[in-house]
């Protein structure tokens, strides 16, 4: 019996750091028996921003024809959908806005990267860990987190505790929970993102006592595998779907940008 579940948060060539064409992902989704997709590749920012790891506002057009392909090829057998990772940085709202406008999205994720001009989950710069406070570090992330949730951009925010990647962990807690807050009180879903299992903090994103968190406040969960590669779509998803059935957390996806589940 095919599984209802989605992955709802993969990438593609386009920026610049995946390999796989999306007939390639969807072809490996059917395999895993996922009843459908969402591609979120990186969206185009303006051209001074994080410039090497996203699509060019120029391939933004080849992005949703590639999408749409696989769409059209995969018709009855696997629900294919077309959606965005946006960041959130002060000073781009605007082009972000303008951007979600191109185009007939299903789900947009809004994810922070950058803490000023430090691209913290970039393994190249992870020695800056070093030098910084982690609690003023997660401070900071965590209002950057929850001015993604207060812009009304977004679907999602993703990977809710990305500062851990590297095993780097919040030593308070506190920000968190109050980002969560704002999360609920906004009315967004949060990525469950199993790429954290890839990395070296050995965890999913965001952790099982946000997991928690997140469930009692009643904000519903987007499973996704941050694939960017076509084998790692569904990655961990069983843990996954478990450890959020312990928490009592509500699994949902988005069509339209309006929410199912």
């Known amino acids: ?145 929850e001015g993604a949730a207060r812009s009304g951009l977004f679907d999602a925010i993703g990977h809710l505790d990305l500062p851990k990647k590297f095993g780097h962990r919040d030593p308070d807690g506190y920000a968190a929970l109050h980002a969560l807050d704002v999360i609920a009180e906004r009315g967004l879903s949060l990525d469950f993102n199993t790429a954290g299992w890839r990395k070296p903090v050995g965890e999913a994103y965001p952790a099982p006592d946000l997991t928690r968190a997140a469930g009692e406040r009643g904000i519903p969960f987007v499973l996704g595998s941050d694939a960017h590669r076509p084998e790692e779509v569904g990655y961990h998803f069983t843990e996954a779907i478990k450890q959020l059935h312990d928490v009592g957390g509500r699994i949902v996806t988005y069509q339209g940008r309006v929410r199912h589940g």
Do not use: K
């Open 1 to 145: 019996m095919t599984s209802p579940l989605f992955d709802s948060h993969m990438h593609t060539p386009l920026c610049g750091h995946a390999t796989g064409t999306p007939r390639e992902y969807a072809r490996a989704a059917l395999n895993a028996g996922l009843a459908g997709v969402c591609f979120t590749d990186h969206s185009p920012m303006p051209a001074w921003y994080d410039a090497p790891w996203r699509m060019r506002r120029d391939q933004l057009g080849t992005y949703v024809e590639s999408v749409l392909e696989a769409r059209a090829e995969f018709l009855g057998r696997l629900e294919v959908r077309l959606g965005l990772e946006a960041d959130f940085h002060p000073g781009t709202e605007r082009y972000v806005a303008e951007l979600l406008e191109t185009h007939d999205w299903d789900y947009v994720i809004g994810s922070v990267h950058y803490i000023g001009a430090w691209g913290f989950d970039n393994p190249e710069h992870a020695d800056e860990y070093g030098a910084r406070d982690l609690g003023t570090l997660y401070h900071h992330y965590y209002a950057l987190v």
